[in-house]
């Protein structure tokens, strides 16, 4: 039986203030999938919309004066503007309206720039548009409330990093990134505090690790490769603690942890191998210079944040075994001095670390009966086991049954875990 605020509010039962109160809270705790499918097509409404003006335009463009281009190349952002105040004025509540107008504003700002340097050979570099680029749109996502905006600034920023780092041209510094990033982070935190479910919540918590990870090397600058896997090491345990703190549903979904655990023990699985550490030996022999100003920095920053999540998760970590990876930012660097003794010495020591970590995961997919971290467990030992064929003289024989093996490790693990749900659910 559907029940009827109005009705309730004329019979004396519910009060006009309480009726909005309910009707406010189930707008904002809605789950309907249609609206979400409506935003979605708003903002790919917007883009095609703005995608076919621009090839119309394109079309002709050779053939308009230069006053005409220039019109053409306003047109767009004016129009934009105008659906943005109406948006705001009159719209507001809609996050339809909200996402759609803010979208189509982001890349008529975009084409304004590139078509008006075109017309008037305004000389320039990728890196300062991207920059102007952003500027002007970045307060859009707080003036529309607009998370699809703050998604799309987030790709643009991470591309001006890039272009800064390593294009041909590199006028603008490249650590403008972190001002930039940061003006987008008081709207993810806001999508935290506030609508922690939503699927913008979720795109951000794996678009701004991403950023990181594609970023670092260029904001590094020129760096050491062997003393650069430390930077990683600390960033990728950053994001794997920090998850700890915005842990909600499933592990597997969250950009942090995903990302952070993953990037993690590849390059765990990499410092596996003994020709990084013969690298190490051969910097420190010849090089008189192992880490650069920006190894230093980002390595320093990255480790901070490593070593305070530590502490603010300490009482929420996984099993003992699964320990040794978050405790992997701390073991390493110790290894790089033991080096010059021996170099095995170190690569003895990841493997036994990458072994006590992966049967850490795999105890605990046991023990919470999870078949995604049983099988990644059983990946990080396996993608060990696979290391040592390419460092070890076998023939394909033994190979081969060590494959065996493996496969049939994965098989029986996962059997058993089925065999014994069924078993409770029967």
Not at 10 to 22: D, F, R, V, Y
Not at 105 to 127: E, K, N, Y
């Amino acid at each position: 039986m559907k029940i009827n605020l109005i009705e309730l509010v004329s019979a004396g039962i519910l009060t006009e203030e309480k009726k909005q109160e309910i009707e406010l809270y189930y707008q904002k705790h809605s789950k309907d999938p249609q609206n979400k499918l409506l935003i979605a097509f708003s903002m790919l409404g917007a883009l095609l919309t703005g995608l076919g003006i621009i090839l119309i335009i394109a079309h002709n463009w050779d053939n308009f004066s230069r006053g005409t281009k220039t019109f053409f190349a306003f047109l767009p952002l004016v129009i934009s503007q105008g659906i943005a105040l109406w948006v705001f004025l009159k719209k507001y509540e809609s996050t339809t309206w909200r996402e759609g107008a803010s979208v189509s504003l982001f890349f008529s700002v975009g084409a304004c720039i590139a078509l008006v340097s075109q017309i008037f050979h305004i000389a320039g570099d990728p890196g300062l548009f991207a920059l102007v680029w952003i500027l002007l749109t970045l307060p859009v996502i707080y003036i529309l409330r607009s998370s699809a905006l703050s998604l799309l600034e987030i790709a643009a920023i991470t591309w001006y990093a890039n272009e800064t780092g390593y294009g041909l041209y590199s006028a603008m510094n490249v650590q403008w990134y972190w001002l930039l990033l940061a003006g987008v982070i008081p709207h993810y935190y806001l999508l935290e505090t506030k609508e922690k479910d939503s699927l913008f919540t979720f795109f951000h918590g794996w678009f701004l690790p991403l950023s990181l990870i594609i970023s670092v090397i260029a904001l590094v600058g020129q760096p050491n490769g062997t003393a650069l896997m430390l930077v990683f090491i600390f960033m990728f345990t950053a994001f794997r603690l920090k998850s700890g703190l915005l842990s909600r549903g499933r592990k597997a979904a969250n950009g942090l942890y995903t990302l952070g655990t993953a990037g993690l023990f590849v390059i765990l699985i990499l410092l596996s191998f003994d020709f990084w550490w013969l690298e190490i030996v051969n910097d420190y022999e010849n090089s008189s210079e192992l880490l650069y100003r920006g190894e230093i920095i980002y390595g320093s920053l990255f480790l901070a944040a490593a070593l305070f999540l530590l502490f603010r998760t300490r009482k929420t970590l996984p099993g003992k075994g699964e320990q040794a990876a978050d405790f992997a930012f701390l073991i390493i660097p110790l290894l790089y001095p033991a080096v010059l003794a021996d170099y095995m010495i170190p690569v003895i020591a990841v493997n036994i670390l990458v072994v006590i970590a992966g049967i850490g995961i795999v105890r605990r997919g046991l023990e919470e009966d999870n078949l995604g971290t049983l099988n990644f467990g059983l990946m990080v030992v396996a993608a060990l086991i696979i290391a040592r064929f390419f460092d070890f003289d076998l023939s394909f024989f033994t190979r081969g049954v060590m494959f065996i093996i493996t496969g049939a490790a994965f098989f029986g693990a996962n059997y058993s875990m089925i065999k014994r749900r069924r078993r409770n659910e029967a």
